[in-house]
């Protein structure tokens, strides 16, 4: 789609159209990369329940990009994703809870990701590793060294 014809849709509220046009400034894609602008447009989407709009916003507070970083804006745009069965989202959830030494939320996000699978082998091996010290350790769990070796094992 053109960008003139992305524009005139996002304007009139298209919540596609707002998340397409927050990826073309996010990118630089037939325009100058430009963060706030991809904030705003990824915004308007995600206020309209657009699961990858939200995703995406949840990375901008995450990142800093556009906006300044924020962890837990970043977890509540990502969890309205995750509740949505955005695996992602689900998977950096459980990193925002981590962080926070919440690790009975991280496990359970974490969790959730692992049974819905990440198609990103570099992110699918870090979910498996964050998960096998978790059973490793008992963080937010009972320790479980049987299940750390079933997800060692585990192939994407």
Request: charged share 30%; net charge neutral.
């Given at each position: ?7 005139e ?26 963060y706030k ?26 990142n800093?990009?556009?906006v ?5 804006e ?10 949505q069965?955005?695996?992602y ?8 809870y ?10 359970n996000?974490?969790t ?6 990440l ?5 699918f ?6 998960l ?8 937010g769990?009972?320790?479980n ?12």
């Amino acid at each position: 789609m053109e960008f003139k014809e992305l524009l005139e849709k996002a304007t009139k509220g298209d919540a596609n159209a707002q998340k397409e046009l927050g990826y073309y400034f996010e990118h630089g894609q037939d325009v100058e990369q430009d963060y706030k602008e991809a904030f705003k447009w990824y915004k308007k989407a995600a206020l309209q329940e657009h699961i990858i709009a939200q995703f995406n916003l949840g990375l901008c507070y995450f990142n800093g990009r556009g906006v300044k970083e924020n962890l837990g804006e970043a977890a509540n745009w990502f969890k309205k994703a995750a509740l949505q069965g955005d695996a992602y989202a689900q998977f950096l959830l459980g990193v925002c809870y981590e962080v926070r030494q919440n690790y009975k939320e991280a496990f359970n996000w974490y969790t959730k990701a692992f049974k819905l699978g990440l198609s990103d082998s570099k992110a699918f091996k870090e979910l498996k590793d964050k998960l096998i010290e978790i059973y490793i350790n008992g963080f937010g769990c009972k320790r479980n060294y049987d299940k750390a070796m079933e997800i060692f094992q585990t192939t994407n």
